[in-house]
Nanobody
């Protein structure tokens, strides 16, 4: 059974940085794609970044709104996925969720493609 436990986040000034962490446990084949989503009240959950965890290689994907500012990183030794948030903007304020899917990252921007979810962590950016 996959479990995802999130940590990090919090508050930052615009232009600042934050780090989110997702500690994963369970079969690796159930987590071939891991992603970060975010959601603000009244809006649908938005895919922010994802990483395909192949046997021989990994590939990262980013939403255009965060590319160049956010970085998704794996720590295979710790079985952890991190999201590094740099150059933060007020529009980045949201609840952030870690997610895992067993079917790869073909539909990584679609929340229903993910079977497992972390508990969520708030990121608040003040201008």
């Amino acid at each position: 059974q996959v479990q995802l436990v999130q940590s990090g986040g919090g508050s930052a000034q615009a232009g600042g940085s934050l780090r989110l962490s997702c500690a994963a446990s369970g079969p690796r084949h159930d987590m071939t794609c891991m992603a970060w989503f975010r959601q603000v009240p009244g809006k649908k959950r938005e895919g922010v970044a994802a990483v395909f965890r192949g046997n021989a290689y990994s590939t990262s994907y980013y939403a255009s709104s965060v590319e160049g500012r956010f970085t998704i990183a794996e720590d295979n030794a710790k079985n952890t996925i991190e999201l590094l948030l740099n150059s933060l903007k007020s529009d980045d304020t949201a609840m952030y969720y870690c997610a895992a899917a067993r079917g790869g990252c073909m539909d990584w921007t679609i929340s229903s493609a993910f079977q497992y979810w972390g508990q969520g962590t708030q990121v608040t950016v003040s201008s």
